[in-house]
């Protein structure tokens, strides 16, 4: 079983709707957890970084964290074409250094 | 300030070669990861180098190796190529490492034949 599980998709969604993407996680050592944006042959951009439980709010996207039920949400509202990419979510511990554990990765697509 | 370069872009082998791929990280950054992403497994993490020492290590096997230098440029090496090493390599820079964010390079794209 893989640590951190993520759907890979694909979703598609039309222009203007609310996008829902999670992430589960099986090593309770996490304490660190982010979301990437990749597009086609381009490399990973970070989104959101958010330390151990809570939420972060930033533009049109909002990150969750719930350690308790080892889970992590990624909400983007008003959803453009552009943001048409697949998202990974990453987590790491305290003592692994810079070692990201990535999910699947989920692509999505935003239909104008 | 400049991004994280990856050079090649491309690379095409054939089993049993070697390949070495290189990365300059951000300006002023002193840590450097590799990270190989395949369709099967996504984003796999190779190894850490910070001040020149690998600090960290993935679970692949010795046919995968790197180095970083004084100016904090890095290399990996691949050795003994198979089929399995196709793949996405991308490096990743940040100022310490730990949890400071990490900033990817294009990747290079390697096509074992």
């Known amino acids: 079983q893989k640590e951190v599980e993520q759907d890979p998709g694909p979703l598609s969604v039309p222009e203007g709707a609310i996008v829902s993407l999670n992430c589960t996680y099986s090593n309770s050592a996490f304490q660190y957890f982010m979301w990437y944006r990749q597009y086609s042959r381009k490399g990973p951009e970070l989104l959101m970084y958010t330390y151990s439980s809570g939420n972060k709010e930033d533009g049109r996207f909002t990150a969750q964290v719930d350690k308790s039920s080892k889970y992590i949400s990624l909400f983007i509202r008003d959803s453009q074409p552009s943001d048409s990419a697949t998202y990974l979510c990453?987590?790491?511990?305290?003592?692994?250094?810079?070692?990201?554990?990535f999910g699947e990765g989920t692509q999505l697509t935003v239909n104008p | 300030k400049a991004g994280v370069t990856q050079t090649p872009r491309y690379l095409i082998k054939t089993r049993g070669q070697q390949v070495t791929l290189s990365c300059s990280p951000i300006?002023?950054?002193?840590?450097v990861s590799w990270y190989q992403q395949t369709p099967g497994q996504g984003l796999q993490f190779l190894f850490e180098y910070f001040s020149e020492t690998q600090r960290n290590k993935g679970n692949f096997p010795g046919r995968f190796s790197g180095r970083q230098f004084s100016n904090s440029r890095s290399e990996m090496n691949v050795s003994t190529l198979e089929l399995g090493d196709s793949a996405l390599y991308l490096c990743?820079?940040?100022?310490?490492?730990?949890?400071?964010?990490?900033?990817f390079g294009p990747g290079t794209r390697l096509t074992v034949l």
């Open positions: 300006s002023g950054h002193r840590s």
């Open positions: 990453a987590m790491s511990e305290v003592t692994s250094g810079s070692r990201l554990t």
């Open positions: 990743a820079s940040s100022l310490r490492g730990l949890a400071d964010t990490q900033y």
